[in-house]
C-alpha cells in the first residue's frame, strides 16, 4: 500500500530464493535493482563532480537533509532548481530524513521532535516528522524517509522498543504530513517507512508490521550497522524483510561492506547507500576483487599496475598504482577524486555482478566467491 | 642556433608588430603558439586530473623539477615511463629546472651548484647544472631548462650582475652536458636557455647576448615577475626580446596575470607559465570577461549564472554560482576542482583569441579590452 496515488513501482523481473532482479519506476524515469546509492552529502559526492558520477552509471544519488538543511539551507537549494537543479543532475536522488545525523549529536528529544545545534554555527534547530518532510519536499528527492528514532548498539531492550514505538508515531504523523501534496498531485516525491528494532528479532518483527499498516511507497530498514556483528545484524534483518510487501523495494540504510551487501541482496535487499567506498577512498584504502589494498604502502611506489587489473573504471584504464600513490603521498586531491571513481566503480560493478547473477539463478556462487576475499 | 641537431621547429604564421602568431613542432607534434602552460608541479596539475587538462585542449603541461625529483624522485618516475607514461600524457611537457623552487629556499650557493634542503624531510640535496640536466632527461619532458639564478626583486645591481655571470656559467656548462645525448640521438628533448638580468636594461641586453652566443633551442626570459611593477617589468623584457633569434620559441617564465600577457604577447613572446589561474581558482577567486571576481561572496548565494556569462567552459556550461559557491564554502574539494577548470579555460581560450587577434592584425584592439577589465 503506497501513500495516496502511487508515485513508485517496483516490477520483480527474476528471483533466486528471497533475493530479487527489479526495476524501480518513478515519474523521472528507472533503475535497476539491487541498487547501490553513493552518499551525496552536501549535494555532491565526496572528491569528485557529477560529471563523474555521470560517467559511473550510478542512477541514483544519497543526498543528507541534515547538511543541506544547514548549509546552504533548503531555500537556497530550492531557489537554485531543488538538488535536480542544483547539481545538475538528472538520475534519481533519494533524501535521507537527517535523523540520523542529528540523533549522532546527541539532541533534545521530546514526542514532538528533535532539538539540535548546528555542527556548523552552533546554531539552534528542531527537527519534527512534519518538518523533515518540508524540507525534502524542498530539497526535491525523488523519494525522501520519514523521521525515524535510531539508537547505535549495543543498546538496552527499552531503548530499542522507546525507538520502535517513537518511530512508528512520528512515520505515521510524517505520512499524515506528506498526503496531502500526493492527493491534489503537487508532488512526484515517494515517501519510504522505516523499520528500526536493533538486533531484536521481535521489536524488528513488530517495527516491520506497524510500518508496513500505515501504508508506505517502499521500506528502509535502519539502525543496523551501527556498532553490532554482522552475524546479529542478519536474523534481524532477515525478521523485517519476512513481514515487508514482496511488490515494494527495500532498502537497507548505510550498509556498504561487501559481505553484507550481497548477503542482504540474498535475503531480500534492493537497495543500499554507504560512505564506506568513498571515505575509504580518500584515505587511499582501495576496493579489489582480491581484497582491500591500502595504496600508501611503500610496495606500490613504483608499481605499474592497475589499482584492481581485473577492473575496467577509467583510473584502471590509465594510472598505475605508483603515480596514483605519489599523488596520495603528495595530498594531490585528484588522488581522492581517482579512488573515489574507482571504489565507486567496483562497488557498483559488484551490485550489477548480483543482478546478472540473480537473474541467471546463481547467486549463491557469487555469495561464495565474495565471502572467499572479503571478511 | 640549436644544440646540436635540431629537436624544435617554430614557425612563424603571422606577425602583428613584434608580436607572433606560430607553431613549435617537436618529436612528439606541435603546438601552437602564443601558448599559455598550466603548471602541472608535483605531475597534475593541483585539484584536476589528467583528464581534465585534455578536455580543456590545454597542448603543453609544465612540471616542477624540484618537487618531482624529491617526492617521488626522478628515478620512480622513469620507471614509471617518465612523466609522459606516468601521468600517462600525450601532450608536451616542459620541465622547469629546480632553480626558482631551490633558490626560494635560501640555499648555499658556489661556482659549483646550489646546496639546499628537501622542504618535505629536511634531507640534503645539490642541484648543479650538470645534475638538473641529467634529472630532467630522467623526467623525460620535451623541452628541459638550464639551471638559472633567479633573483628575488628589488636586489642590488651587483646581485643581479652576479646571477647573470652565474647563469651564463651554468648554462655552458648544461649544454655541454646536454650535448652528447643530443649528437648521438639519444634524446629528442629540447634544453632552452635562460636570460636573466633583473629591471636593468644593459644586463637584460648582455644576458640576452651572452645566452644566445651559447646556442639553445629555445630562450626563457626567467627573474620577472619576482617583486617588480609591470612598469619596470616591459622595458626589460622588450630588451632582451629584441636580442633574440626571431626563429625560435621565446619562454616568459612564471608571468599570467592576463594584462602582463598580452603586452609580453606584443613584445613578441611566445610561451606562458604562471601558478595564478590555478591558485586563484583553489580560493575562489574566479577570471571573467569583467575581471576576477570573490565566489565566496554572499551576494552569490542564490545566483543562478554561470561563473562568466561569456564563458564556453565545460564547468560554466553546467553549474550557478550558487551551487559553485556552497561547495566551496563547505570545502568540497570539487570545488577546486571546478574552479580551476573554468579559470584554465579562461586562460587559454584568452591566449587563443590574442593568437587569432595577431592573425586579424587585431592585436592593439584586443590589447585595449583586457586593460580596460584588469589591472
Known sequence: MSVGPPVLRLEVEATDGPARA?????????????VFMPVGTRGTIRAIGVDDLE??????????????????GDDTVAALGG???????????????????????????????????????GSRHTLTPESAVAIQQRLGADIQMVLDVCPSLPAPLEVVRA???RTAAWAARARAAHLPARLDGRTGQALFGIVQ????????????????????????????SVGEERAEMLPALAAALA??????????????????????????????????????????????????????????????EPLDPDC????????????????????????????????????????ERTRTAIVAGELAALRTEVASHWR
Open 22 to 34: 527489479g526495476v524501480v519506476h518513478t515519474p523521472r524515469g528507472s533503475f535497476l535493482t539491487p
Open 55 to 72: 560517467r559511473l552509471g550510478a542512477p541514483v544519488v544519497l543526498a543528507n537533509t541534515y547538511h543541506l538543511m544547514l548549509r546552504p
Open 83 to 121: 538538488l535536480h537543479g542544483f547539481m545538475d543532475w538528472s538520475g534519481h536522488v533519494l533524501t535521507d530524513s537527517g535523523g540520523y545525523q542529528v540523533f549522532s549529536l546527541g539532541p533534545k528529544v521530546t514526542d514532538e521532535g528533535a532539538e539540535f545545534r548546528s555542527t556548523y554555527d
Open 163 to 165: 525507538a520502535v514505538d
Open 197 to 224: 528494532g536493533g538486533v531484536d528479532v521481535a521489536l524488528r518483527r513488530e517495527s516491520a508490521e506497524r510500518t508496513v499498516a500505515l501504508g508506505f511507497d517502499g521500506f528502509g530498514i535502519g539502525g543496523l
Open 243 to 304: 513481514l515487508l510487501p514482496p511488490d515494494q523495494p527495500r532498502y537497507l540504510m548505510g550498509v556498504g561492506d561487501p559481505v553484507s551487501m550481497v548477503e542482504a541482496i540474498a535475503l531480500g535487499v534492493d537497495m543500499f547507500d554507504c560512505v564506506l567506498p568513498t571515505r575509504l577512498a580518500r584515505h587511499g584504502t582501495i576496493l579489489t576483487a582480491a581484497g582491500r589494498i591500502n595504496l600508501r604502502n611503500q610496495r606500490f611506489a613504483t608499481d605499474p
Open 312 to 351: 575496467a573504471c577509467p583510473v584502471c584504464a590509465r594510472w598505475s598504482r605508483g603515480y596514483l600513490r605519489h599523488l596520495l603521498q603528495v595530498q594531490e586531491v585528484s588522488a581522492q577524486r581517482f579512488c573515489t571513481i574507482h571504489n565507486l566503480h567496483w562497488l557498483l560493478r559488484l551490485v
